[in-house]
């Protein structure tokens, strides 16, 4: 199943099949970008990131993609597990001489897995 | 390790009453963050802090909401008087400072005030 971000903030898809949550950032000047995954009454746990001079990043499970051109970022989630379901939230930073600087994180996409 | 500690994780007050949240970061991380987060939305920075100082608090209504970080480490987030739109999640999160490094932030579960 995928995602197209904001504009579908629910997305459903079966156990064992792999996930693409979109997400539009705004700023140009952003270099690197988080993933975080929030279930429900916790905070946002990191899952992923990926600086800009990058286009891929692999973790266990999980893809990030960056397409600087359309300022346009995914995850991909392969065979997806139940306890993925979730909030997805896509983080945008400016990183930098002065470090820690806020995220900004988009609205977010609900993923429902479906056992 | 301990992550980010908050308290209480749950509150309910009236409306013009004052209330406060607490959090301790983990151990070691100089950077503190307040978010607010609305049902449905992403976390919204109200301020910053880098040791003591308040380096970023420009989302911070001033007239109500008030944060302390006493000694650098924990923090205080307090709003008086309440609104009712200020039922959300109050997050808090800290991360360790890096020159040009990447930006992990770790999240505690977060203060859910509701407003009546």
């Known amino acids: 199943g995928e995602s197209v971000g904001l504009h579908l903030p629910t997305l459903s898809v079966q156990e064992g099949d792999n996930s693409i949550i979109n997400c539009a950032y705004s700023?140009?000047?952003?270099?690197?970008f988080i993933w975080y995954k929030q279930e429900s009454g916790k905070g946002p746990q990191f899952i992923i990131d990926?600086?800009?001079?990058?286009d891929k990043r692999q973790g266990q499970r999980v893809t990030v993609l960056l397409n600087k051109t359309v300022k346009h970022l995914s995850l991909q989630i392969a065979a997806t597990q139940p306890g993925d379901s979730a909030v997805y939230f896509c983080?945008?930073?400016?990183?930098?001489?002065?470090?820690?600087?806020?995220?900004?994180f988009g609205k977010g996409t609900r993923l429902s897995v479906i056992a | 390790e301990a992550g980010v500690v908050q308290s209480p994780r749950y509150k309910i007050i009236e409306k013009k009453q004052p209330v406060a949240f607490w959090c301790n970061p983990i151990?070691?991380?100089?950077?503190l963050y307040w978010y607010l987060q609305n049902l449905g939305q992403g976390p919204e920075l109200l301020i910053r802090?880098?040791?003591?100082?308040?380096?970023?608090d420009s989302q911070l209504p001033k007239d109500r909401f008030s944060a302390e970080r006493l000694k650098g480490v924990d923090s205080t987030l307090k709003i008086q008087p309440a609104e009712l739109g200020d039922s959300a999640v109050y997050l808090c999160?800290?991360?360790?400072?890096?020159?040009?490094?990447?930006?992990?932030?770790?999240f505690g579960p977060g203060t859910r005030l509701t407003v009546l």
């Open positions: 983080a945008e930073n400016r990183a930098g001489r002065s470090g820690n600087t806020p995220l900004v």
């Open positions: 802090y880098e040791n003591e100082e308040a380096v970023d």
């Open positions: 999160a800290s991360s360790f400072k890096t020159s040009g490094g990447t930006n992990e932030q770790f």
């Open positions: 700023n140009s000047a952003s270099d690197y």
């Open positions: 151990s070691g991380h100089n950077t």
């Open positions: 990926i600086r800009s001079n990058m």
